[in-house]
């Protein structure tokens, strides 16, 4: 087949080496698809086994469709961060919503931890997990990295700042597609 007849369909783990620019480091799944079908957001395990242990891996979810990633470059360049820490500060519905998810999220994530370590996840990597919001920072009401928000919001957590971002950016769309045919890697 050629790349181009297969561009969109079948081999994710080659689409994804090529949208992060590496082998990804983590097991996954394909949490959300783009228009035209590429992988968009990527949700991997909570934790991870590596050096005899079991390692936190708090951000879960990650985007990864080039189109949105540029946009949301854009807004954090224009301040998109500081601007959702004001609106957390100043806005109590806003915030106890976003809280509100973030809780959520720290419970399905430790749920899943202890499921996938049972009684060897040690207490640090637990900490992490109990602590720190969708972006991994312990500051839950620091907005740093606007990605792993909308990452969270398009992949159906409940998170204001994402669905803010999204509302602002908009969709991908299949035409023209974020990934183009060619960049997809050999795929013969
Ligand atoms: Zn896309």
């Not at 007849?5 to 994710?12: I, K, L, S, V």
């Amino acid at each position: 087949m050629s790349p181009a007849a297969c561009a969109f369909q079948g081999n994710d783990d080659e689409l994804v080496r090529h949208l992060l620019g590496r082998p990804p480091r983590l097991p996954y799944v394909v949490a959300t698809r783009c228009p035209a079908g590429t992988p968009q957001v990527l949700r991997a395990d909570p934790v991870f086994w590596e050096d005899g242990r079991w390692k936190p891996f708090p951000t879960v979810y990650w985007l990864v469709c080039p189109r949105l990633k540029k946009s949301v470059a854009r807004l954090e360049q224009e301040g998109g961060s500081r601007m959702f820490t004001q609106r957390l500060h100043d806005e109590p519905g806003f915030r106890e919503a976003y809280l509100a998810g973030q809780r959520e999220l720290i419970a399905w994530r430790l749920g899943e931890a202890r499921r996938l370590a049972g009684d060897q996840l040690p207490a640090d990597a637990e900490r992490v997990l109990a602590e720190a919001n969708i972006a991994g920072s312990r500051d839950l009401l620091g907005v740093k990295c606007l990605h792993a928000h909308l990452a969270h919001a398009l992949a159906g957590g409940r998170n204001p700042i994402g669905e803010a971002v999204r509302d602002r950016i908009g969709p991908c769309r299949a035409d023209p597609p974020c990934v183009a045919p060619q960049e997809g890697g050999n795929r013969a």
